[in-house]
């Protein structure tokens, strides 16, 4: 089993709070992601880093940040949260020497 | 054109039937495959990766064509708890992976 752990798994939270979604992996892999996918929908990544302090924007747009400031954490903000945002973010993290991308359970987010 | 393509179903089948699904990637300079299980509501999980050779796995049999840039998922003698979605995934480089939109298989009593 991954050692990749989500928090909060379920959130329902008012327009324009501020949130932050924790990633973390007890595996010390120095590659982690973020994706976003609606219910029945593909996924899409939106933030990725390869290592402390490294950071990229993903394939889709996205009004989140991330940070890298330690090995195992790669949390998720959303400054002000918007009814759009609802939708499942999954975190995931990858070895640098190997393929195998290990996925955590997954935040479920509701903005009302 | 999306760089991973695959038919997204649903492939209805009764228990025991042999179903295949493909999946074609654009970019030729892919070098790794894998195919991934995402059930419902859940996070995917990696199901097997794909060899040049061909691999097989119990019930389950992926091939490679890289001429064709086409990757295949062959499930024999398909049981209940097969139903889920079967996502393609292409690995190019030192880029993240990228991951078709699935196809989905529901397998019926």
């Known amino acids: 089993e991954a050692d990749i752990y989500q928090t909060p798994r379920y959130l329902v939270i008012g327009t324009g709070k501020k949130i932050t979604l924790e990633c973390s992996q007890t595996?010390?892999?120095?590659?982690m992601y973020w994706y976003q996918q609606d219910p029945g929908m593909e996924l899409h990544l939106i933030h990725y880093s390869y290592g402390v302090n490294s950071t990229e924007k993903g394939d889709l747009s996205s009004e989140s940040t991330v940070s890298r400031i330690r090995t195992e954490h790669f949390p998720l903000t959303l400054e002000s949260a918007r009814p759009s945002h609802t939708s499942q973010y999954l975190c995931?993290?990858?070895?640098?020497?190997?393929?195998?991308?290990?996925f955590g359970e997954g935040s479920w987010l509701t903005v009302v | 054109r999306k760089e991973v393509e695959q038919d997204p179903g649903p492939f209805n089948v009764p228990e025991g039937a042999t179903v295949a699904f493909n999946c074609t990637y654009s970019n030729s300079a892919s070098q790794s495959f894998f195919w991934y299980r995402q059930d419902c509501r859940k996070e995917p999980k990696l199901l097997m990766s794909v060899y040049s050779s061909g691999n097989e796995d119990g019930r389950f049999t992926a091939q490679l064509n890289r001429a064709s840039q086409y990757i295949s998922l062959l499930i024999r003698d398909s049981k209940l708890s097969d139903s889920a979605t079967y996502l393609c995934?292409?690995?190019?480089?030192?880029?993240?992976?990228?991951f078709g939109k699935g196809t989905r298989l529901s397998v019926i009593a």
């Open positions: 595996m010390g892999h120095d590659k």
């Open positions: 995934v292409v690995l190019r480089g030192n880029t993240p992976l990228v």
């Open positions: 995931a993290s990858q070895p640098s020497s190997g393929n195998t991308i290990y």
